[in-house]
């Protein structure tokens, strides 16, 4: 089974930093993309970065580059999401996710369009 557990959320304040890992379990295979998303209460499930396998193609919501950094390394089956400069409005509930086949980048946006989740770390900014 595809098992993805994410960690490194918690309270941080405005323009502070932190760095959320998703590790996923030794019985899951190799996708070709990896993303990040976070949801805040009453809101829809947003979309924040995605990565290839190779680590050579990144993308990245408007509202967060050259912000946030998604990373990956593959021999340990984590994938991160380094953010800095953090803002009130980034606090959300951040769930890692993946998918089984690369496409359009659009497409890497839609939640839909991944097949596995994890739970959900939380993060909140305060100002």
């Known amino acids: 089974q595809v098992q993805l557990v994410e960690s490194g959320g918690g309270l941080v304040q405005a323009g502070g930093s932190l760095r959320l890992s998703c590790t996923a379990s030794?019985?899951?295979?190799?996708?070709?993309?990896m993303g990040w998303f976070r949801q805040a209460p009453g809101k829809e499930r947003e979309f924040v970065a995605a990565?290839?396998?190779?680590?050579?193609?990144?993308l990245y919501a408007d509202s967060v580059k050259g912000r946030f950094t998604i990373s990956r390394d593959n021999a340990k089956n984590t994938v991160y999401l380094q953010m800095s400069s953090l803002k009130p409005e980034d606090t959300a509930v951040y769930l890692c996710?993946?998918?089984?086949?690369?496409?359009?980048?659009?497409?890497?946006?839609?939640?839909?369009?991944?097949?596995?989740w994890g739970q959900g770390t939380q993060v909140t900014v305060s100002s």
């Open positions: 030794r019985r899951t295979p190799i996708v070709p993309v």
């Open positions: 990565i290839t396998w190779s680590g050579g193609s990144t």
């Open positions: 996710a993946a998918r089984l086949q690369w496409g359009a980048a659009e497409t890497l946006k839609e939640p839909k369009n991944y097949d596995y």
